[in-house]
Nanobody
């Protein structure tokens, strides 16, 4: 059974930083490309970033490019999202999932982690 646990969210001032983590279990983590997605109140899901199974290639949404860095540690079955220069519009619940293009592959979701950027 796929199990995803997102951690690391919180309240931060504009310009601040956070590091999110995604602990995965129930599947061969090192065989899957992985993604971060987010959903703000009243909006649909938004793809944020993806990383190849080997960690050698990553993609970013234009809205976060240059500010966010995705990474993974296959030995720990964990993926990360380093978020810098945070803006109020980055406020959302952040989720991780295996990647299917810019969509989520698995039907199973974690609880997500809330990121709130506010002064």
């Amino acid at each position: 059974e796929v199990h995803l646990v997102e951690l690391g969210g919180g309240l931060v001032q504009p310009g601040g930083s956070l590091r999110l983590s995604c602990a995965a279990s129930g599947f061969r983590f090192d065989r899957y490309d992985m993604s971060w997605l987010r959903q703000a109140p009243g909006k649909g899901p938004e793809w944020v970033s993806s990383i190849a199974s080997t960690g050698t290639h990553s993609l970013y949404a234009d809205s976060v490019k240059g500010r966010f860095t995705i990474s993974r540690d296959n030995a720990k079955n964990t993926m990360y999202l380093e978020m810098n220069s945070l803006k109020p519009e980055d406020s959302a619940i952040y989720y991780c999932n295996a990647a299917s293009g810019r969509a989520a592959l698995f039907d199973s979701w974690g609880q997500g982690t809330q990121v709130t950027v506010s002064s």
